[in-house]
């Protein structure tokens, strides 16, 4: 299991980066035996969720639907029942395909020489690559705010754990870290959180 453990540098609030989550049938409890370790210190993560100073807020970054889809094959998400201390919340970020087949519609209507000015803002539309931009920053933001305002520890995923949530994590600790918007920040957080 991926976990990249992330450090604000205004707080000790921690994000924590991984892929879709294995889910024990009964209850749909989830015990690897690491998870969310850098968040308390501790390894058990009913432990970890009882002795953290606020609440774990989750950012299942899929649609709801998918996550729900995913259960049926051992992967899903979290139940907020099973862990009382913990808000989740699903972004609808679609996933890398869908993205990939928008930008490729963009660029076909950037690069056509029949796209006239009256019908580029529709075409533009047309292909959702806006839709998954607005949906990535939206969460990226609301990840920043929840970690340096509320002091909230907050645990990333998705299906996988290397489209959705690299680019949340990343753009997040953009807002939350100046460094990170210098030429060389930014060359690290590309090897932190894109080359790992």
């Avoid at 749909?28 to 370790?37: E, H, M, S, T």
Wanted: some cysteine; glycine content about 4%.
């Amino acid at each position: 299991m991926l976990i990249s453990p992330l450090r604000n540098s205004n707080s000790s609030t921690t994000i924590v980066r991984a892929p879709s989550l294995r889910v024990v049938a009964a209850g749909g409890r989830i015990f690897p035996p690491d998870y969310l370790y850098s968040m308390s210190g501790h390894h058990d993560l009913k432990e970890i969720i009882n002795h953290c100073p606020a609440s774990v807020r989750i950012f299942d970054l899929r649609p709801k639907t998918s996550a729900v889809a995913n259960r049926a094959t051992g992967h899903g998400y979290e139940l907020s029942s099973s862990y009382p201390n913990t808000e989740l919340k699903f972004y609808s970020i679609q996933n890398i395909h869908s993205m990939r087949d928008s930008l490729n519609k963009l660029m076909g209507v950037c690069l056509s020489p029949t796209t006239s000015d009256s019908t580029f803002s529709k075409s533009i539309e047309d292909t959702h690559w806006l839709t998954h931009v607005k949906g990535v920053i939206s969460a990226s933001w609301e990840l920043a705010f929840v970690v340096s305002h509320k002091k909230v520890p907050c645990l990333v995923h998705c299906s996988h754990g290397w489209d959705r949530t690299s680019q949340v994590c990343a753009l997040a600790q953009v807002f939350l870290d100046p460094y990170y918007r210098t030429f060389e920040g930014f060359k690290v957080l590309v090897e932190k959180d894109w080359l790992w």
